[in-house]
């Protein structure tokens, strides 16, 4: 009789889809179904008796063994992501969810975790983020992939390129990935912060200068375009160029040609020149702060990309991708976000756009314990832990209030006799209602 109910209870491990093993309190294994011989590539009969983290090694063995959590806890541990690797080295992405066993007088034997291949979930995933990625860009955002459609058509193009945008919205990016595409791929690109660099110092910056040209010049330097030369110039910032700047940047766009300091003539430019502003040049030109004639030779095509305030459907590919790329810089094993922790990072407004929430990931995986990204790990302005503290309390005062309105349909609502039994005066009592909104009904 024993036997038939070991072999109908291997028949069924084995029917199941999920990988299934079993431990014992000395943390070898005590059964091993198919499905966990087919996702870990290990034999049933080489997997029994040995320890778990020697058949597994699972990126979590060492910092969060849902098994061992289980067993210290009593609580079961349902779904955590991890990877193992397989026979042949492979790392399996897997969802694990852990609970104890114990025998017919309750005490812990071991435990049993079942856990999921996500390798199809994973391959998906990334298929479908790289049919919204365009050269580093992540985006499904409508506005965003009619840019990317436009993009290698631009590219083609020498025409002259402007991008506006808000800080942090992927100016350089969509800059370099026009370069990238263009004919001028092989050669330089150059970016240059035009706002970072003072306004004494920009002008020998792009232009370089000769020997002589003032007091410490003792050789020729080459300026930025030199440097750029048969490639890219990526002028960004360049709202804040003073006006005296802005005529000869005229000139190079107007004569493809520049002087250095101190030179006595002039140097062809090569250089394909695309600009960005974080501030709309077309309001500044109204208002007599930049030149109009330099906004309308840089204006030749104009990209106009949308904060991420106004593209949060990208907040969870962004989030992921993030994730991937400090998981592989840090080599420290973050799987995911919680769904919590997401929904905060979708609620946000982003005023830095794509670097704040950039900064926030890496911040997160800072102070991140586990493999899972949760609320607490994002900073107060964004897990609003005030607020939830505050939630926290109503909830108590909710629960406060059905208890005494428990006590006083049981004492047909006399106040007297419910205060007796609550152990309080009845002013108290009466003070409690009256603050949790407890009325009689009659």
Known sequence: M???????????????????????????????????EEITGILKEE???QRCSDVFHASICETSCALKETLESGKPVINRTA??????GNRVPISISAAVLKNKNGDIIGGVETFRDLSTIEELRLELEKKYSFHDIISKNSEMLRIFDVLPSIAESDSTVLIEGETGTGKELIARALHDLSLRKDNPFVAVNCGAIPDTLLESELFGYKAGAFTDARRDKPGR???????????????????????????VIQERTYEPLGATESVPAD???????????????????????????????????????????????????FIRRLSNLRKKLITDISPDALAALVSHNYPGNIREL???????????????????????????????????ISSMDDIE???????????NWNRKQTAEELGMHKTTLWRKMKKLGISNPD
């Open 2 to 36: 024993a036997n038939t109910s070991i072999d109908t209870t291997k028949i069924i491990l084995d029917s199941i889809a999920d990988g299934v093993f079993t431990i014992d309190r000395e943390w070898l294994i005590t059964s091993f179904n198919r499905a966990a």
């Open 47 to 49: 997997a029994i008796g």
């Open 83 to 88: 990877f193992i690797i397989d026979a042949e």
């Open 225 to 251: 375009f030199a440097k750029a030369e048969t490639g890219t110039i990526f002028l960004d910032e360049i709202a804040d160029v003073s006006p005296a700047l802005q005529v000869r940047l005229l000139r």
């Open 271 to 321: 250089v394909r020149i695309v600009a960005a502003s974080n501030k709309n040049l077309e309001n500044l030109v109204q208002s007599g702060e930049f030149r109009e004639d330099l906004f309308y030779r840089i204006n030749v095509i104009l990209i106009t990309l949308p904060p991420l305030r106004k593209r949060k459907e990208d907040i969870p590919m962004l989030t992921n991708h």
């Open 358 to 392: 950039e900064n926030i990931i890496e911040r997160a995986f800072v102070l991140c314990r586990g493999t899972t990204i949760e609320i607490d790990d994002l900073p107060d302005k964004i897990s609003h832990r005030d607020e939830r503290a505050s939630a926290k």
């Open 401 to 411: 209030a059905a208890f005494i309105t428990e006590a006083l349909k049981r004492n």
